[in-house]
């Protein structure tokens, strides 16, 4: 079995067990000939840089292989991020002359690859033989153009090769730039202290919901005053408000009744049919799958199937879920074993994987042929033979050619030959080929006979017609007519009164990706238009999505440099009544230097020996780790002044500190989880930083 066929395995399945068609990534034909054009395979530009394509789609179906769950448009956005972040780092790299030696691109495909993690490739240690990798690389080159299995293979190789060379590059930038920035032993030992760091206090605490109905509110000429004097505080940056109509795209009810014949006809002309592969081949949007799968491998809805209808053309369905139909016959049942312990006598050549052998396959195949009509009439030679004559060197050696207990639901490479078959006897010798060459097996036990299923399984998604698009296109050129002028809430409201999904006020940055809420492939196009210097507000823009979905956009606010003051104001007035509160309790208690006499001034009970930690900085209920803080730093059995918390105003005493820790040798987890922490951090703002400041140009909307 490939290590392409161990990562996909049972993918067939997922469909079923889900209900949710997955689509697969389809070129568009005009997008092939832009493609092949000599000024259009380019898709981006970062700071001068080219971003072809061929790479972007190259990615895009990469990450299909192994994400075929999730839509097209989020691998579309992830594989569009990854390219500019790839551009930036590399982009840095370069101008600080740093390179990928031949040296650091075998030590990263034997630790970072995607190879490394396969068993085929690695030693019993379990660690990556690049020896045998770089004989499967050579076979690879060689049978590529003889199958499809191994053509995609070395696509996924040639993937692979290609971008480890530019991570080996960014990583190398990376490792430079966070040269030195590591936590510090007294770093690491303060956080642990800080961790068993305890302290014993009493304290009164009263909530800002009772102390706020005792003040007036908080007037203009104070906010203005204080902006006064902290303008530099408030200046805000360049932000655009959008709010959203979305019109949908589904089938209508003319759409489904048609579908729902179509349906009806397909069902019984495949029921009465006997070319079940041709029918499934031409009219299911999932190819024909010829196995047979156990009974607990199968989806619950099939294991039910067969515990009713378990005759060869039963007929399932047809049944629909979010506009997917299915139906199913079923087409095959056998009688397997599912277990078979099996020897083998193994003839490799130099065409076959992991093979060092020089012999030709024809050289292969003659004396595979002359041993096995040994062994077919003289059984007890087998052993001998496996000793003498097998290049399977390890099993041949330790286990005289076992090749172990095999499951019939792990499958396995011997194609040509079902060596689970009910109709082999134990001892029958057979004659097979595979991708490792020729073998000679002779079944050696078999137990748990089982029942297999074989079902032909037609899957077709209802869309919309082209009457119904011409209709929603129709309705989002009326709905924009009517409120081209109109301003945000009625556009909102309008919209709302014909049912269509509404997205309100949403704020963005130039230089973010992603819309909350929205999240579509169109999103940094949106976010693009809406920053182009003749936008005013109240524009509107029409946007079509992939999904056949329209999203109107409407520019909703224009946020420039400046100064919001009344954003400013809602912020400042908290700020402005937390102050006037802390002096007019400091007045209070001025003369009541007890906590008993404060607990009686405002009809509060203490609350006693509560003991908090300076890490995570919890009293009771709530985080105050300005509370804390002072609590830690006061003098023992002496009552606080008032301390504005996040809750409310605390009055504090505190009775006892002591630490719990014992002094390791070193703190090698502490600096470890410091230094993870703060690595992240400084990147995920390099990233930003980088991103921010490049000239970023995206023509994906041209294809």
Not at 41 to 58: A, R, S
Not at 112 to 137: A, T, V, W
Not at 253 to 260: A, S, T
Not at 266 to 289: A, C, T, Y
Request: overall charge positive; aromatic content about 12%; some cysteine.
């Amino acid at each position: 079995m490939s290590f392409l066929e161990k990562i996909r395995k049972k993918t067939w399945l997922i469909f079923l067990f889900i209900g949710v068609f997955l689509v697969f990534f389809v070129l568009d034909p005009n997008i092939l000939l832009k493609f092949f054009s000599e000024n259009s395979n380019v898709i981006g530009k970062v700071n001068g840089d080219n971003i072809f394509l061929k790479e972007y789609f190259e990615n895009i179906q990469f990450l299909k292989r192994f994400r075929e769950s999730e839509s097209d448009s989020s691998l579309k956005n992830d594989v569009w991020k990854l390219l500019i972040h790839e551009k930036v780092l590399t982009q840095q790299a370069e101008k600080l002359g740093i390179q990928s030696t031949k040296k650091d691109f075998w030590k990263a495909i034997e630790k970072q690859s995607i190879y490394s993690q396969i068993p085929e490739f690695q030693n019993e240690n379990g660690k990556m033989d690049l020896d045998k990798f770089r004989l499967y690389l050579k076979n690879l080159e060689k049978l590529s153009n003889k199958t499809p299995q191994f053509e995609e293979e070395k696509n996924i190789w040639s993937y692979e090769k290609n971008n480890i060379i530019k991570r080996i590059v960014a990583k190398k930038y990376v490792e430079m730039l966070m040269y030195g920035l590591n936590t510090s032993f007294i770093e690491a030992e303060l956080n642990y202290r800080n961790k068993n760091y305890f302290s014993i206090i009493d304290y009164v605490l009263i909530p800002y919901s009772e102390i706020e109905k005792r003040y007036r509110p908080i007037k203009n000429y104070e906010i203005y005053d204080y902006i006064k004097k902290n303008k530099f505080v408030y200046k805000t940056e360049n932000l655009r408000n959008l709010s959203f109509v979305i019109l949908r795209s589904h089938p209508s009810l003319n759409d489904e009744k048609n579908m729902d014949d179509k349906i009806s006809k397909l069902f019984k002309k495949f029921k009465s049919s006997d070319h079940h592969s041709m029918i499934v081949s031409n009219q299911s949007e999932r190819p024909f799958d010829s196995n047979f799968y156990l009974k607990k491998n199968l989806p619950p809805i099939f294991q039910n199937f067969v515990e009713k209808k378990n005759k060869i053309g039963s007929m399932f369905g047809p049944v629909k879920e979010n506009n997917i139909y299915i139906m199913a016959k079923l087409t095959g049942k056998k009688m397997v074993y599912n277990s078979v312990l099996s020897s083998h006598i193994l003839i490799s050549h130099e065409k076959a994987i992991r093979s060092s052998n020089h012999r030709t396959k024809k050289e292969a195949e003659n004396l595979a042929k002359k041993i096995y009509n040994i062994v077919k009439k003289s059984p007890s030679q087998f052993d001998s033979l496996v000793m003498k004559k097998s290049d399977d060197f390890i099993n041949a050696k330790k286990n005289k050619g076992s090749l172990g207990w095999m499951k019939y639901e792990e499958q396995n490479d011997v194609k040509k030959f079902d060596i689970f078959s009910s109709e082999n006897k134990k001892g029958i010798i057979i004659f097979t080929e595979t991708k490792f060459g020729y073998h000679i097996i002779r079944i050696e036990k078999q137990k748990e006979l089982q029942p297999v299923y074989q079902f032909s399984i037609i899957i077709k998604t209802l869309i919309p017609s082209k009457k119904t698009e011409d209709i929603l296109h129709k309705n989002v050129v009326q709905f924009v007519k009517k409120n081209k002028n109109s301003n945000l809430n009625t556009f909102i409201n309008n919209a709302r009164k014909k049912r269509y999904e509404t997205i309100f006020l949403k704020t963005v940055k130039n230089h973010q990706w992603n819309i909350h809420g929205l999240n579509t492939e169109l999103d940094k196009e949106i976010i693009n238009w809406s920053y182009q210097k003749n936008r005013k507000k109240g524009d509107l823009k029409i946007f079509y999505t992939s999904n056949r979905d329209y999203i109107i956009v409407f520019l909703s606010e224009i946020q420039k440099k400046g100064y919001p003051i009344e954003e400013i104001k809602n912020n400042l007035i908290p700020l402005l009544m937390n102050r006037k509160i802390f002096i007019d309790f400091s007045k209070m208690i001025n003369n009541s230097n007890s906590l008993e006499n404060i607990a009686i001034h405002f009809s509060k009970k203490i609350n006693k020996y509560c003991q908090i930690n300076f890490y995570d900085s919890m009293i009771g209920e709530y985080k105050e780790p300005k509370v804390v803080g002072y609590a830690f730093s006061s003098k023992l059995y002496k009552t606080s002044k008032p301390i504005l918390g996040k809750k409310g105003v605390f009055f504090v005493r505190s009775l006892k500190r002591f630490n719990t820790s014992r002094k390791p040798s070193y703190f090698s987890s502490e600096i470890e989880f410091l230094n993870s922490d703060l690595r992240r951090n400084v990147l995920e703002k390099l990233g930003d930083v980088l991103i921010g400041k490049s000239r970023i140009k995206d023509y994906r909307k041209n294809i």
